[in-house]
C-alpha cells in the first residue's frame, strides 16, 4: 500500500487540525494504522493507533484525550483529528501501515512492526 499524509500547516497554539492519510493498493482495510511524529533533533514517537475495524484506538498519553484517530475503510483513509494543540505538538507527522491478516481490532504501537509509511506532514503550532 502506499500511503499519502496530508493536512499539516500553521496552527495557533490552542487550535485544530485535522491530518488525512490515503492508501491506495491492496485493501487498506487489511492493515492497522498508525500516527507517529518527529520533531527536529528528536526520536519519532508513537502518537496512536486504529485496529483495522476501526473499533480500537491507543494513544500516547501526551495526546490523550486531545488527538483522535478514526479511519474510513470504503474510502481508504485514516485521520487524525488533533485538538487543543500546544507547541510541543510540533513535529512531522507520519502515517504508517501494519499488515495484518488477522485479529480485526488489534493495536499496533511499536513503530518497527509497521511496514509502510507515508510521506509526513508538517505541523507547526505557534505560541
Known amino acids: 500500500v502506499q500511503l499519502q499524509a496530508s493536512g499539516g500547516g500553521l496552527v495557533q497554539a490552542g487550535g485544530s487540525l485535522r491530518l488525512s492519510c490515503a492508501g491506495s493498493g491492496r485493501a487498506f482495510s487489511s492493515y492497522a494504522m498508525g500516527w507517529f511524529r518527529q520533531a527536529p533533533g528528536k526520536e519519532r514517537e508513537f502518537v496512536g493507533s486504529i485496529s483495522r475495524s476501526g473499533g480500537q484506538t491507543y494513544y500516547a498519553d501526551s495526546v490523550k484525550g486531545r488527538f483522535t484517530i478514526s479511519r474510513d475503510n470504503a474510502e481508504n483513509t485514516v485521520y487524525l483529528q488533533m485538538n487543543s494543540l500546544k507547541p510541543e505538538d510540533t513535529a512531522v507527522y507520519y502515517c504508517?501501515?501494519?499488515?495484518?491478516?488477522?485479529?480485526?481490532?488489534?493495536?499496533?504501537?511499536?513503530?518497527?512492526?509497521?511496514?509502510?509509511w507515508g510521506q509526513g506532514t508538517q505541523v507547526t503550532v505557534s505560541s
Open positions: 504508517a501501515g501494519a499488515t495484518l491478516s488477522w485479529g480485526l481490532d488489534t493495536i499496533i504501537v511499536t513503530g518497527s512492526r509497521y511496514d509502510y
